[in-house]
């Protein structure tokens, strides 16, 4: 069975200063990545996802995340962060065969101080 | 486009009551989902449907959960009778196909309050 681990309830920025949310997967076979965002009173919105080949992802608003194998990592990140970007931060997992289903961690919730 | 649309959004109920739940997807997607996320937890696939087949019913407790997709377009999620750890939200979501390559899309959400 698959699992995701998101480390920190909660991280905290300074605007303008650089933003990592951290994830780690278990899952047999190769993994299909993904990070959502969740603002408040608002479902789910789609951020970036890893499916193979480059391991650096690039998605919305300007948020990145970095696929390391070695060390089953998929952190979120972003070069400069901004009020705005103050949400819960959620990592998924698929395996590539078999049951597909989103696994997902127990979110980040990102606070970025003006 | 229009997104995921769910109603109620919001619902209180007493224990042993039922309550239904309604979602319309975006149009022309094939593939439905309904999620379980409970406070300071991240969504939990509760069932999903290709069409109005269902694909994956692994985590739904069926002794009081039941969900359909008749026409292969909205879907309606019960539950009855409803206990306490039922209070979470529901998240409704839709996409073009089924498979995590295929981008999955959600509606705000039904938050359950069971008293």
């Known amino acids: 069975a698959q699992s995701v681990a998101q480390p920190e309830d909660q991280v905290n920025v300074a605007e303008g200063n650089p933003l990592t949310v951290k994830c780690t997967y278990s899952?047999?076979?190769?993994?299909?990545l993904f990070w959502y965002v969740q603002y408040p009173n608002r479902g789910l919105q789609f951020l970036l996802k890893?499916?193979?080949?480059?391991?650096l992802v690039k998605g919305s608003y300007g948020f990145e995340a970095e696929f390391n194998k070695s060390q089953t990592s998929f952190h979120l990140k972003k070069p400069s962060a901004l009020v705005s970007d103050s949400a819960l931060y959620f990592c998924?997992?698929?395996?590539?065969?078999?049951?597909?289903?989103?696994?997902f961690g127990s979110g980040t919730r990102l606070q970025v101080q003006p | 486009e229009a997104g995921v649309a769910q109603s109620p959004r919001y619902k209180i109920i007493e224990k042993r009551q039922s309550v239904a739940f309604w979602c319309n997807p975006i149009?022309?997607?094939?593939?439905l989902y309904w999620y379980q996320q409970i406070l300071g937890q991240g969504p939990k696939l509760l069932i999903q449907?290709?069409?109005?087949?269902?694909?994956?019913d692994s985590q739904l407790p069926k002794d009081r959960f039941s969900a359909e997709r008749l026409k292969g377009v909205d879907s309606t999620l019960k539950i009855q009778p409803a206990k306490l750890e039922d209070s979470a939200v529901y998240l409704c979501?839709?996409?073009?196909?089924?498979?995590?390559?295929?981008?999955?899309?959600f509606g705000p959400g039904t938050r359950l309050t069971v008293t």
């Open positions: 149009s022309g997607h094939a593939t």
């Open positions: 899952v047999s076979g190769n993994p299909y």
């Open positions: 449907f290709q069409n109005n087949g269902v694909v994956d």
């Open positions: 979501a839709s996409s073009l196909a089924a498979g995590p390559t295929y981008e999955q899309y």
């Open positions: 998924a997992v698929s395996p590539d065969t078999g049951r597909r289903a989103l696994t």
């Open positions: 890893y499916i193979t080949g480059d391991n």
